[in-house]
């Protein structure tokens, strides 16, 4: 199945905290993934990409992990603000059919409260 | 400097129309792409190109049609519409295939087949 697996169910904080969103990717090994934005009536938006080497990756208040091992991938935004509110995809980069591909999570809608 | 522009924004279509999504971009990219977004299952790469003259196919092709005449333009096309092709749409560009590179999205047509 070629499922991204991101937490369907909106994540709701406060303003001020971290939020952390998961991104899991069980049946692949990809060595590239990228996380993007993406607000209502609007296409996505680049934020981020990680390499398998890298663990770890920031900018700015964002900050993304990248766990081979666990096949998952974290999105932490830290002192969040409303204007954080906003769905965001993952997505790895995968060898399916033949060629590597980029393919998309569901995404996961975040909504920080003032 | 556009980026991405999609047309028309929103569409209406009785079943058994045809149609023709066009995206647009002025960025000198070279590979160009159709998803499709719907509720609970991300985007999915509908078809690809990876330049001007060439097509391919991507996760969902079937019902769909496209063209890359000109490097800036590649088209969707919908022969036969059918309720299940209600969706989104996003066309994106990229420079290149590189692992590294960013797709840059549209801002999306919205289309709903009756």
């Known amino acids: 199945s070629q499922k991204i697996e991101q937490n369907s169910e909106a994540l709701n904080i406060q303003e001020g905290k971290t939020a952390t969103l998961t991104c899991n990717y069980t049946?692949?090994?990809?060595?590239?993934l990228q996380w993007y934005r993406q607000d209502p009536g609007r296409g996505p938006v680049f934020l981020l990409l990680?390499?398998?080497?890298?663990k770890e990756k920031r900018k700015e208040r964002l900050k993304v992990t990248f766990d081979t091992t666990l096949k998952q991938s974290l999105f932490h935004i830290t002192a969040s603000q409303p204007a954080d509110s906003a769905t965001y995809l993952c997505?790895?980069?995968?060898?399916?059919?033949?060629?590597?591909?980029?393919?998309f999570g569901t995404g996961t809608r975040l909504k920080v409260l003032a | 400097n556009a980026g991405v522009t999609q047309t028309p924004k929103f569409r209406v279509l009785k079943t058994g129309q045809s149609m023709t999504l066009l995206c647009a971009q002025d960025?000198?990219?070279?590979?160009m792409y159709w998803y499709r977004q719907d509720p609970g299952m991300g985007l999915r790469l509908i078809h690809y190109s990876v330049g001007e003259g060439t097509t391919a196919k991507g996760e969902v092709p079937d019902g769909y049609n496209v063209s890359r005449l000109k490097k800036q333009n590649f088209l969707l096309g919908l022969e036969s519409a059918a309720p299940s092709q209600t969706s989104v749409y996003f066309c994106?560009?990229?420079?290149?295939?590189?692992?590294?590179?960013?797709?840059?999205f549209g801002p999306g047509t919205r289309l709903l087949v009756l």
């Open positions: 990680i390499r398998e080497n890298e």
């Open positions: 049946n692949y090994s990809p060595a590239y």
């Open positions: 960025m000198n990219h070279e590979y």
């Open positions: 997505a790895p980069r995968v060898y399916i059919s033949g060629t590597y591909k980029y393919i």
């Open positions: 994106a560009s990229s420079y290149s295939r590189s692992p590294e590179e960013t797709q840059y």
